[in-house]
């Protein structure tokens, strides 16, 4: 018979030094998460929004013939397809605003100092 193989260590409660500095790191700001996340969904839109493209390429004649002609109207999918883009344009600009207030970690640009209000001591 084989000998049984031994058994390894059981961890203690105490937890390691790696686990403690990670859990006292502090969060970014709610405004630099809000940030991150509109590049994210910036980043992430773009596959709805090139489906959304390839809807609005397909209906371009209905769009694009005038009404006089007998123009029928752009079905429901076009319609769709045209919120979608207009809502990458919405993240777009959500995720410019933002980057310009808390730029990315490998920005190293100076920022310009805020103006500050003189008080008066009255």
Request: hydrophobic share 45%.
């Amino acid at each position: 018979m084989n000998p049984r193989p031994e058994l390894p260590a059981v961890a203690t409660s105490e937890p390691a030094a790696s686990d403690a500095t990670a859990s006292e790191l502090p969060l970014p700001a709610p405004s630099v998460q809000r940030a991150i996340r509109y590049r994210m969904y910036c980043l992430l839109w773009i596959f709805p929004t090139t489906g959304a493209l390839v809807i609005l390429a397909n209906d371009a004649r209905r769009w694009l013939k005038p009404l006089a002609a007998g123009r029928e109207w752009p079905g429901l999918d076009s319609w769709l397809a045209l919120a979608l883009v207009l809502a990458h344009g919405v993240l777009g600009v959500l995720a410019w605003r933002t980057r310009r207030d808390h730029p990315g970690p490998g920005d190293t640009s100076p920022r310009p100092p805020e103006p500050t209000a003189a008080r008066g001591n009255s």
